[in-house]
Antibody, heavy 121, light 107 residues
């Protein structure tokens, strides 16, 4: 069974930093591209970042470009999101998501339960 | 960036009703579209991929159609478990974008 478990969410002041983690199990992590998707309280879904299986292709939403860094450790079956210079508008539930194991399609077949990031002074 | 516009934003319906949600893309995305269902406090769940492909385990009362810029998600006979918020997502190009969501409420 595919499992994605996020951690690292916390209350942080504006301008602060946080590192989110996503522990993956139940599939061959090193073969799967991954992404982060967030959802502000009471709002819709917003894609944040994408990383290919070998980390050679990375994309960011304009709203986080230059502040967030996605990475992965295939030996540890883990995905990360380093978040710097956090802003109030980064407050959201952050989901780790996996695209299908085959094909070039970037929709999300599996989701974690999310980890909450709150940016407030 | 490709903008995804869903309508309506809220829909009131009764059990047994046929429900249709529309998603429009700001440019052609062929059939590179997915639909998700999200219930309060839960992660989104994939329903439909490639505009009309039914994800494994999803009831057959859900169906998707469309191509280019106009897409629909149809629930043929609304069940109590279907009251939720539905999102479309294009994966034609980065940045990936979602529609604003359609909440299906009990009438």
């Amino acid at each position: 069974e595919v499992q994605l478990v996020e951690s690292g969410g916390d209350l942080v002041q504006p301008g602060g930093s946080l590192r989110l983690s996503c522990a993956a199990s139940g599939f061959t992590f090193s073969s799967c591209s991954m992404a982060w998707v967030r959802q502000a309280p009471g709002k819709g879904l917003e894609w944040v970042s994408y990383i290919s299986s070998g980390s050679d292709t990375i994309y960011y939403a304009d709203s986080v470009k230059g502040r967030f860094t996605i990475s992965r450790d295939n030996a540890k079956n883990s995905l990360y999101l380093q978040m710097n210079n956090l802003r109030d508008e980064d407050t959201a539930l952050y989901y780790c998501a996996r695209r299908p194991a085959y094909g070039d399609y970037v929709y999300f077949q599996h989701w974690g339960q999310g980890t909450l990031v709150t940016v407030s002074s | 960036d490709i903008q995804m516009t869903q309508s309506p934003s809220t829909l009131s319906a009764s059990v047994g009703d046929r429900v249709t949600i529309t998603c429009r893309a700001s440019q052609s995305i062929s059939t590179w579209l997915a639909w998700y269902q999200q219930k309060p406090g839960r992660a989104p769940k994939l329903l439909i991929y490639q505009a009309s492909g039914l994800e494994t385990g999803v009831p057959s009362r859900f169906s998707g159609s469309g191509s280019g810029t106009e897409f629909t998600l149809t629930i043929s006979s609304l069940q109590p478990d279907d009251f939720a918020t539905y999102y479309c997502q294009q994966y034609y190009s980065f940045p990936l974008t979602f529609g604003g969501g359609t909440t299906v409420e009990i009438k």
